[in-house]
């Protein structure tokens, strides 16, 4: 019996020990979970980013204080997530961005989804870009959304900016009457203008890319230039 008392005694020390590093592992774990969390809200609070979760089977929402900055919104005013959310979005963008998120849920698509709000407190329109990952069961039904929110107004405007300018500077180039267009280095088209269809009868959209001995003859290809 002493000897199955002392070995009952070193068995248990060593279970002791054993759970007490468990227990630190855990621990240090727990505190590097944590130290994660931090890094990735001071992260997403210095560039603006919006994080959000929602499960579709229970309803329950959870919104960071970035997505309230976002929306204009009071956390105290918040309820129900796809109302809150509703309210917010104009009416032309509802059912697109819907449509999409149901196709997430089911697995056809990415959720990656830009829609534009109504700010709550100064009314101010805003476009935002929302994107997530869709956690399933093992029977892979969706239980849980986790995404992020930005706020893209700036981009985009500047996008259209820059999209209008170079409408506009096209439609100077092709109301010129002599021929304009850029070669690269490789002899490949990159632009032409509306010119070269009344020169050539080539239709102006369907040059980029094409070579210059494409649109020359082969003598006058062959000539220095």
């Known amino acids: 019996y ?9 068995g248990i020390r060593a279970y ?3 759970q007490g590093r468990q227990q630190a592992m855990l621990l240090h774990a727990e505190r590097e979970l944590q130290a994660s969390a931090s890094r990735l809200k001071l992260a997403t609070e210095a560039v603006g980013l919006g994080f959000w979760e929602f499960e579709p089977g ?3 929402s959870l919104w960071d ?3 309230f900055r976002i929306y204009g919104v009071n956390p105290e005013s918040f309820d129900e997530f796809s109302d809150h959310w509703r309210q917010r979005v104009l009416p032309d963008d509802i059912e697109p961005t819907t449509r999409i998120l149901e196709q997430a849920m089911l697995g056809l ?3 990656d989804v830009q829609f534009r709000i109504q700010r709550g407190d100064n009314g101010e329109t805003r476009t935002i870009r929302s994107w997530g ?5 093992a029977e892979g039904l969706p239980v849980r959304l986790v995404g992020i929110n930005e706020d893209v107004t700036e981009r985009v405007s500047a996008e259209e900016k820059l999209a209008q300018r170079e409408r506009d500077l096209k439609a100077i180039l092709d109301n010129l009457p002599s ?5 690269d280095a490789d002899l490949r088209n990159r632009f032409g203008n509306q010119a070269y269809l009344e020169w050539f009868g080539i239709d102006p959209a369907t040059m980029p890319g094409m070579h210059l001995s494409e649109l020359l003859t082969p003598e006058r290809y062959r000539e220095p230039r």
């Open 2 to 10: 002493g000897l199955i008392l002392v070995l009952l005694i070193f």
């Open 16 to 18: 002791l020990r054993r």
């Open 58 to 60: 229970s309803g329950r």
């Open 65 to 67: 204080g970035n997505m």
């Open 109 to 111: 698509c990415p959720y």
């Open 133 to 137: 990952h869709v956690f399933r069961s």
């Open 179 to 183: 021929l304009v267009s850029y070669w």
